[in-house]
């Protein structure tokens, strides 16, 4: 293995060595066909790359580190399918953790990640302040965190608020309920809040937070949303509901529980989710969502690796109506 060099893969694959190290640093930009015929060529020759001494020879690395808070929401699962797949294409490897609320482990985790000479971060937690992610040194990618001097990857989230409730509007719902987690107002996530709160002005509102739908698929967030769903039955009878959820794990939940209790589905109960992800569409009855355009925002964390400017790239929010939940 020791003893391919690159001038041995380029003779098998009968390239230049200038193409073969290009194909290992910037396959982009090379065309399918010749890709192929390196890889060929290094399967042949049982070629592997030595990592550890790129980044010894050349001090750089193809390594990317990604943090998120956790894994067991769809977004944050298909974020990572996409951040794969466009990582793949550049031929970037991304070391991936999670850091479970704490801000001394993520911290830990970061000096791990920098012990690789990672060419740069992806953080999707709340955990670190703008100015200790400015103090990194090495470029920083964040996606739906606070902002700072550093690449802010955010959805639109105001006008993604104001969507849903245009549309509950137009469905003559009589009750507007928005339902969430957590949130803090320097979150860029709470003008989903601003948003939907803007578009329902003076109607019949309620904000319901609770923290067990973090965690949307334990026992706790279950017997939680039993309980919010005989409320709302409780207090609202026979009117037309709207619910906005902020993110479509907790609207899959919301939509189980209002079915275990015979709450009308589709007809007086008009749901929205947040985010598109795949759950929405696998939903007993498929929920209408906000796209963040996830595959848009992993393209661009990618892309901004190789040219890195501090600042907020802005993705828009697209309402995704569902036939099955609204008028046409």
Known sequence: MDKVKITDIAKQSKVSPTT?????NHPELLSQ????KIEDAIQKLNYKQDHLARILVTGESNLVGVIFPHLHLSFYTELLNQLIKYAKEKGYHLIVYTSNNSKSEELQLIQNLLSYRVKGLILLSHLLSPQEIEELPVPVITIERTGGNYKQINNDNFTGGKLAAELLIQNDCDVFIHINNDYQENWPSFKRILGF??????RCYERIVENNFTDPYTSKAESTMQKVVQNLLTKYPNKKIGVFCSNDDIANLFERECIKQDFDVPNMVKLIGYDNSPVSNYAVYPITSIDQNISLMAQVAIQSLDNYIPCETIVPAILVKKIQHYDT
């Open 197 to 202: 709160e803007f578009g329902i002005k003076d």
């Open 33 to 36: 066909e010749t890709q192929t």
């Open 20 to 24: 073969v190290s290009r194909y290992f």
